[in-house]
């Protein structure tokens, strides 16, 4: 029988303070990043008629960088909810799928860990978490670590640059722009597992290229890694 | 709003723990988190332009050399950086 890297099943699965450091430590220098990014949020908001405040709550309670900048693309008054709650849902569709692949170690926690934990699941602190349970590691709080300290900065960033708004210069200048995608390379490299890997990226890479320039949205992340991931079974299953 | 994410993040894990896992589906949850990231980084590497896609390359090669996430991110931040302005100034 065929063992893949990744054995769930005999595994402990813990949930200590010692794995929320970790992941705490290792969220870092996404955090740093993402400061500038909530900067440039709260700064966008309060040119929306969102007080510092007001921005810093939605970016507690939502946490979701993505469905807040296309939601405050909606902004309008009377607010249009309908348009503001299916933007939100289809966001965060990839969330499902992120989620399920949590499953397989988060199962074995206590529903609240699982539960509340998963509240702070953002691309960045998933992707390590991912990281942390492919290199053998099972500790489950590592994601909550790393997911408190990120929801933290977000909205701590969001409330300076709504009160300051004005204050951030152009990320891209600096290249900021470009620290979340270096720091989703470096996880893809560390997750390469030989040949078994190109085909599934290659379909990801191609399907998520091609949804980018026709569809509009973050459709592309999701439909990229539904094809990605259908391309990983095809091939194990022949 | 809250509620809308909050749901789709905590779904994934219900509807995962509602399911026997049979080695397909494993494999299919093994395969998710390269093709997520794959796809989320593709259209920035592939489509913006050549100091991006090569900038892509320097992040990759340290990382895979230093093994340093921060060394890496600063490599890649860099990279764009000059690399956008050489080819902002060869057109």
Known sequence: MEQNDTTYTEEKVTF?????????????PVVISGCAVGLVFGTLAGQAGLGAGEAA?????????AAQFLVLGLWASPLPLAAIVLTTLVVGLRHLLMGAALGPVFSRLPRLKAYGSVYFMADENWALTMGEFDKGRRDGAFLLGGGLLM?????????V????????????????DFAFTAIFLVLIAGMWKGKSSILPWVVAAAVSVAAHHWLPGQWYILLGGLAGSFAGVVRRGS | MALATYATRAGGLWLANRFELSERAGAWLDAIPGAILVSLVAPTVLTS???EALAAVAVVVVAVRSGSLPLAMATGVVAVVLLRALVAGLT
Do not use: H
Request: hydrophobic letters at 50%.
């Open chain 1, 161 to 176: 640059g709504g009160a300051f708004g004005g204050a951030v210069e152009d990320p891209a200048r600096w290249g900021l």
């Open chain 1, 151 to 159: 929801a933290l900065e977000w909205t701590i960033s969001t409330f």
């Open chain 1, 57 to 65: 709550l939605m970016s507690a309670l939502v946490f979701s960088g």
């Open chain 2, 49 to 51: 332009g050549p100091a």
């Open chain 1, 16 to 28: 200590t303070l010692a794995g929320a450091l970790a992941g705490a430590r290792k969220c870092v």
